[in-house]
């Protein structure tokens, strides 16, 4: 290393995992050629055999009259060279995952007959399996098929919940192939069933599912059979909303977690606690490693007990990315020890990230495996801050050891809370628009309460296998407890306050600065641990690093006028049901027309109207305009107006004593808006030469002829909003 220049231990995985990042990065955000890329994988090996040559001769010395430095350099550069092509390889491999998949595609009624995999979401909203299709028949076609499609019943008051894994069934429906984005910034509904490798949905007749008295095949998956013998007890044993939060943290399955649960998890920054992550994993980790201790096995033999029954579990909840990290940093972590070698949590981060790299490309594309690799890397950088401020290590009495303990324990929580959501601040302000700060003191209280709730749900599956029923009762009725104690703390705690709300869209290469800080801040901390930075030098750069990573979601609020500001752009956003139009005018004004519905399933403010938003970059709208009092018009202004993307919303003023105008108006006072009834015909003048007269419906009749007419004039051209008019309207 040079004079002068910080001294940084990275780990061998981590430095052949940062390449490969990089150029898989490069290779996502610009345009590379296609000959560049379809060739990238054999000029990585090529270059990596030149690494390699140059290594055998600098160890071998055959290189006579060649100078070694010129060696070394040549290795290394085409060491970088092929990392980098790797990872661009890579890349293109995850851009080929990506591939558009079609919009509103057709239904086709389809006869299947076949195999059930896993009912794990069979108590969802609406009740899904997992089926495996052998045959299938298409108008008077009938061919043999194998093929995992994922079963819908529409009518969740005859779901199928005799429906059992390993069950041979004979179906009728609707099949409907995987379906891409509908709106600009929105997810793609059919992306996460191609890389589960489904290939598409059956809206399933309820009365036509029937078995076969002698079926061809028998039995089913020993996974998804354990899976829904858990789930069916759980259901059984306590209330919906702790068996669905149980399911969440020991099976992986969020599909009985309802979208209010899911919210408020989220405003809380706990949403880590609704399936499986690196917490779940160590705590499950440390209850085998306890369970190995009082049966007063050998060293040796508890640790393969350990390390296969976590890796048991890992396979069991589907191997996500967040329980393969977790596991493979346990592991290289218990064997290290085995062998007498002390490996670093850091070492094992990048092994896990390089393994899952290399095995599924498109899986860095995932929010789970960013958020789950961003937390850890939050995590090692604040690790060096794990001291006191002030802390001695004089003694005391038995309470001043008591107190000191349970400050450290709650200072070095605090710390883990803090580096999880700097690591991931950037990120999440990216997927959601918001940042939910509470969750750096509301994880305080709720990851022990987690652990006592995953400690009492195994408790009680125990229980339940070898007990009587009246201790069986017991223990439910304890989890029972906890659970719902877990669910009121996080919701009361999500509510004290609000998300910090970033309504434009992080910069990706900000976002990769900020990791790279907080990547340099661990491994200045690894060189600390032996002397060389001191400590003291160490915490400041952890400390500079955690603040840059904080301050990622200030970048889209600097200055810089969009490209798109300059001219008017008209979006008639897919809502399914209902309408919603997103206006942007010249000089960055915005005007909204109606939101879409509501329910207890999906808002379209949330997940179709937002995002259209924050992709345009606008801000928030200065005029929001709705049309008429019903739900497929006025069901996604509440979560808009909550998240401050409405200043004035105008209205007919009908239907004054609904409920749901009352909750439209708490939402503007917090979002800061305001609701402005229309009593007569009104014309507005606008930024940029623009216009928008808007004249009421009828005062009798039905509520579509009470709509609201829009006419906007500007650029040159008009466009008229009339909401649900009749023909009397």
């Known amino acids: 290393m040079r004079p002068g220049w910080p001294r940084l231990v990275v780990p061998a995985p981590v430095a052949l995992w940062l390449p490969i990042c990089a150029g898989h990065l490069v290779s996502s955000l610009t345009p590379v050629p296609a000959v560049v890329e379809s060739g990238s994988r054999a000029l990585a090996i090529a270059m990596g055999a030149v690494s390699l040559a140059a290594a055998v001769a600098i160890r071998s010395r055959s290189g006579i009259g060649f100078d070694p430095r010129h060696a070394r350099r040549a290795e290394a550069a085409a060491g970088w060279i092929s990392l980098l092509l790797a990872g661009a390889a890579l890349g293109a491999e995850s851009d080929r995952a990506a591939w558009p998949l079609p919009v509103h595609p057709r239904e086709v009624a389809v006869v299947l007959e076949g195999k059930v995999l896993d009912t794990a979401a069979i108590d969802a909203e609406p009740p899904s399996v997992l089926f495996e299709a052998r045959r299938a028949r298409i108008g008077g076609a009938e061919t043999e098929c194998r093929a995992r499609l994922l079963l819908r019943w529409r009518d969740s008051t005859i779901a199928p919940r005799w429906i059992v894994p390993g069950l041979w069934l004979r179906i009728s429906g609707a099949y409907r192939p995987p379906e891409d984005a509908r709106n600009p910034g929105g997810a793609a509904p059919g992306r996460w069933l191609t890389a589960l490798g489904i290939a598409g949905t059956i809206s399933v007749d309820p009365l036509s599912p029937s078995a076969p008295a002698d079926p061809p095949e028998r039995g089913g998956d020993f996974g998804a059979i354990v899976r829904d013998r858990v789930a069916r007890q759980l259901a059984a044993a306590v209330s919906p909303p702790v068996a669905a939060l149980a399911r969440g943290m020991l099976l992986g399955d969020r599909s009985g977690i309802s979208p209010a649960m899911r919210d408020s998890f989220r405003d809380g920054g706990t949403i880590h606690l609704l399936s499986i992550s690196g917490l779940h994993v160590c705590i499950l980790a440390g209850f085998l490693s306890l369970f190995a201790t009082a049966l007063r096995m050998p060293a040796e033999r508890g640790r393969e007990v350990e390390l296969f029954s976590l890796w048991g579990y890992v396979?069991?909840?589907?191997?996500?990315?967040?329980?393969?990290?977790?596991?493979?940093?346990?592991?290289?972590?218990?064997?290290?020890?085995a062998w007498g070698q002390v490996v670093r949590p850091f070492a094992a981060w990048g092994l896990a990230g390089l393994i899952l790299h290399l095995l599924d490309p498109a899986s860095v594309l995932d929010p789970g495996f960013q958020l789950s690799f961003a937390a850890v890397l939050g995590l090692g950088a604040s690790g060096v801050l794990s001291r006191l401020p002030g802390e001695r290590r004089n003694g005391g009495g038995k309470i001043r050891s008591c107190l000191r303990s349970w400050a450290r324990g709650t200072w070095s929580l605090f710390l883990q809370s803090g580096g999880a959501t700097a690591g991931t601040t950037g990120i999440q302000s990216r997927l959601f628009g918001a940042v939910p700060v509470i969750g750096i003191f509301l994880n305080l209280a709720v990851i022990p309460l987690c652990t006592l709730f995953m400690a009492e749900a195994i408790f009680f599956l125990f229980l339940r296998a070898a007990c009587p029923t009246a201790v069986v009762a017991m223990g439910a009725g304890a989890l029972d407890a906890s659970g719902l104690l877990l669910l009121t703390l996080n919701d009361r705690g999500a509510g004290l306050l609000s998300p910090w709300l970033v309504p434009g869209l992080a910069p990706v290469a900000w976002i990769a600065v900020?990791?790279?800080?907080?990547?340099?801040?661990?491994?200045?901390?690894e060189a600390a641990r032996g002397g060389d930075p001191p400590r003291g030098s160490a915490a400041r750069w952890s400390l500079g690093a955690l603040a840059l990573a904080a301050l990622v979601p200030l970048a889209p609020r600097w200055p810089g006028p969009a490209p798109s500001q300059e001219q008017a752009v008209v979006l008639s956003l897919d809502v399914g049901q209902g309408d919603a139009t997103w206006i942007g005018l010249p000089g960055g004004e915005s005007i909204l027309v109606d939101a879409g519905p509501a329910?207890?399933?999906?808002?379209?403010?949330?997940?179709?109207?937002?995002?259209?938003?924050?992709?345009?970059?606008?801000?928030?709208?200065?005029?929001?305009?709705?049309?008429?009092?019903?739900?497929?018009h006025f069901g996604g202004f509440a979560w808009l107006a909550?998240?401050?993307?409405?200043?004035?919303?105008?209205?007919?003023?009908?239907?004054?004593?609904?409920?749901?105008?009352?909750?439209?108006?708490?939402?503007?006072?917090?979002?800061?808006?305001?609701l402005v009834p229309l009593s007569r015909d009104s014309s507005l003048a606008l930024p940029g030469r623009s216009t928008i007269e808007i004249v009421r419906g009828l005062e009798s009749g039905g509520e579509n002829d009470r709509s609201l007419a829009a006419t906007l004039r500007a650029a040159g051209a008009s466009i008229l909003l009339a909401g649900d008019l009749e023909s009397a309207g």
Do not use: M, Y
């Open 514 to 525: 900020a990791l790279l800080a907080l990547l340099a801040a661990w491994a200045r901390a």
């Open 642 to 674: 909550r998240r401050r993307w409405i200043g004035a919303l105008i209205e007919n003023g009908s239907d004054s004593s609904g409920a749901w105008r009352l909750r439209l108006r708490a939402a503007l006072r917090r979002g800061g808006g305001r």
């Open 599 to 632: 329910d207890d399933g999906r808002d379209a403010g949330e997940l179709v109207i937002e995002p259209a938003l924050r992709l345009e970059g606008r801000g928030r709208a200065t005029v929001a305009i709705l049309s008429h009092a019903h739900l497929d």
């Open 315 to 337: 396979a069991l909840v589907g191997a996500p990315a967040s329980a393969i990290r977790s596991a493979v940093l346990w592991t290289a972590v218990r064997s290290g020890r």
